[in-house]
């Protein structure tokens, strides 16, 4: 009845008792063949193995997502160790170097070997400047000494001369303020710390 109504050839999700049936309708010789097949159940196995494969897929992206985050961090470990090892850094210490992890690669030794190699070098160049600083702080001091001593000799044959005396009054504050910095550079080459340690904030609206 339902299915005489179907032309030849075949037929999917054709409603039949309440159910959806795949129909072949053949015609042989003027006899008409009408084969018809229960799909719903079909239907069901497939919708189950398509949610199945969901499942896997999201699993298999789970787990490749875990593998990349523990990959990530194994490999950006040593860079965030050797990241806190240069932030660690003193620039008014010497002799400071940064140590390599123990599960660095390569690519983090041969940078941590980069970085030891400029606070090396960085370390001779404070130490030459140290040295210049304060031979030439040494090689000062004679002649401001000889400055200030025959500028005392002069106050003192010059007493009378009212002239003189301004010139000769400018001539000791000069010597005195070059003696004071080169004190200062000495103490800047041998105990920079020193300085720092000795210094006070103060305002300088007040002064």
Do not use: C
């Not at 002069?154 to 910095?181: K, N, W, Y």
């Amino acid at each position: 009845g339902e299915l005489a109504a179907l032309p030849v050839g075949l037929h999917d999700e054709v409603r039949h008792s309440g159910s959806e049936h795949v129909v072949l309708v053949r015609e042989t010789a003027g006899v008409r063949a009408v084969l018809s097949l229960d799909i719903v159940d079909l239907e069901v196995g497939e919708r189950r193995a398509a949610a199945g494969v969901l499942v896997l897929a999201l699993a298999a992206v789970l787990i490749l997502a875990l593998f990349a985050w523990l990959l990530a961090g194994r490999l950006l470990g040593p860079v965030r160790t050797l990241a806190r090892e240069v932030d660690q850094l003193q620039p008014a210490l010497l002799g400071q170097r940064v140590a390599l992890a123990s599960a660095a690669s390569t690519e983090i030794a041969g940078i941590t070997a980069a970085l030891n190699g400029y606070l090396q070098r960085h370390d001779g160049f404070v130490e030459r400047e140290r040295a210049f600083v304060d031979s030439v702080s040494h090689e000062l001091r004679t002649p401001i000494a000889v400055i200030a001593g025959a500028t005392e000799v002069l106050s003192q044959r010059l007493a009378a001369d009212a002239g003189a005396r301004l010139p000769l009054q400018r001539i000791r504050q000069g010597a005195q303020g070059m003696e004071q910095l080169i004190g200062v550079l000495l103490v800047l080459a041998k105990d920079p710390g020193r300085l720092r340690d000795a210094s006070e904030r103060f305002d300088l609206e007040v002064l």
